[in-house]
Antibody, heavy 116, light 108 residues
Framework: QVQLVQSGAEVKKPGSSVKVSCKASGGSFRSDVLTWVRQAPGQGLEWMGGIIPIFHKVNYAQKFQGRVTFSADESTSTAYMELTGLTSEDTAVYYC?????????WGQGTLVTVSS | EIVLTQSPATLSLSPGERATLSCRASQSVSTYLVWYQQIPGHPPRLVIYDASKRATGIPARFSASGSGTDFTLTISSLEPEDFAVYYCQQRTNRPPWTFGQGTKVEIK
């Protein structure tokens, strides 16, 4: 059984950065596709991109290109999502997911609030 | 970028009734289409993958069909736990893997 445990809620100032972690257990971390999805309050789901640790391959949605970085630490089975240049529009719950033909496992979500 | 349009935005039904949700793609996605269910305050749950295959643990009252640009998710007889928001997502080899805007199935 795969489990994804994310880091806790964050409050950030506009213009700053946030780094969210996602620790995986129970799966094949190195060869899994790990994706990041966000959901603004009361809104729908937005795919940010994904990473395959074994290939060091990342894919970013164009909307986030230049502002987001995905990384993975295989020694701790932890994935990271860093988003820079935060604005109020980045206030959202950020989810990591394990993707196997669909996102079949999700982290619990990390609320990032951007406020001055 | 492939745009997915879900309809209706809201479906008001009673328990026991049949729900039919639609997802239309702006260009063909073959069968690279999945459906998720989300209950407020919880992460989404995978319901259907490859357009028509039920994910692990999903009851048989959920079925789905379609290919190309038109897809349907059907819940044959709504149970209380089925009232939620449903999202479709396309997953072709042309990222981004976009989501539809969601259909809310609410109790009438």
């Amino acid at each position: 059984q795969v489990q994804l445990v994310q880091s806790g809620a964050e409050v950030k100032k506009p213009g700053s950065s946030v780094k969210v972690s996602c620790k995986a257990s129970g799966g094949s971390f190195r060869s899994d596709v790990l994706t990041w999805v966000r959901q603004a309050p009361g809104q729908g789901l937005e795919w940010m991109g994904g990473i395959i640790p074994i290939f060091h391959k990342v894919n970013y949605a164009q909307k986030f290109q230049g502002r987001v970085t995905f990384s993975a630490d295989e020694s701790t089975s932890t994935a990271y999502m860093e988003l820079t240049g935060l604005t109020s529009e980045d206030t959202a719950v950020y989810y990591c997911t394990r993707d196997w033909g669909g996102s079949d496992y999700w982290g619990q979500g990390t609320l990032v609030t951007v406020s001055s | 970028e492939i745009v997915l349009t879900q309809s209706p935005a809201t479906l008001s039904l009673s328990p026991g009734e049949r729900a039919t949700l639609s997802c239309r793609a702006s260009q063909s996605v073959s069968t690279y289409l999945v459906w998720y269910q989300q209950i407020p305050g919880h992460p989404p749950r995978l319901v259907i993958y490859d357009a028509s295959k039920r994910a692990t643990g999903i009851p048989a009252r959920f079925s789905a069909s379609g290919s190309g640009t038109d897809f349907t998710l059907t819940i044959s007889s709504l149970e209380p736990e089925d009232f939620a928001v449903y999202y479709c997502q396309q997953r072709t080899n042309r990222p981004p893997w976009t989501f539809g805007q969601g259909t809310k199935v609410e109790i009438k």
